[in-house]
């Protein structure tokens, strides 16, 4: 990964719209608009994986806050995940590239 700039860039824009992320509109999303106008919407189970559920941290108070610490948190996992598998691809092709000969 030899332009680390770009990785770089698109964090800090990804944090920064994380940042932001609480000047969004307060209307629920699409599949949770569908589900209170189809009347279904109470039948929702909580999931066994959710780390940060409805997108605020828990025990912060201020939602605005708790909203902006779920974001970045978010960002930083889903960054470290993509750049980790990114790093793992690249080596993998590194070492066949190095095994090939003609």
Not at 2 to 19: D, E, I, M, Q, R
Not at 56 to 71: D, H, W
Request: proline share 4%.
């Amino acid at each position: 990964m030899k332009n680390k700039k770009w990785w770089l860039f698109a964090f800090g824009f990804c944090f920064l719209l994380a940042t932001l992320s609480p000047l969004a509109s307060s209307s629920p999303d699409g599949l949770e608009y569908v589900a209170e106008e189809e009347g279904f919407v109470d039948m929702e189970r909580s999931s066994p994986l959710s780390i940060i559920a409805d997108y605020v941290f828990p025990s912060i108070e201020n939602e605005a806050l708790a909203t902006i610490s779920a974001g970045w948190i978010g960002t930083t996992i889903m960054f470290i995940l993509a750049y980790g598998v990114t790093w793992l691809v690249l080596r993998a092709r590194g070492a066949k590239s190095l095994i090939k000969t003609d």
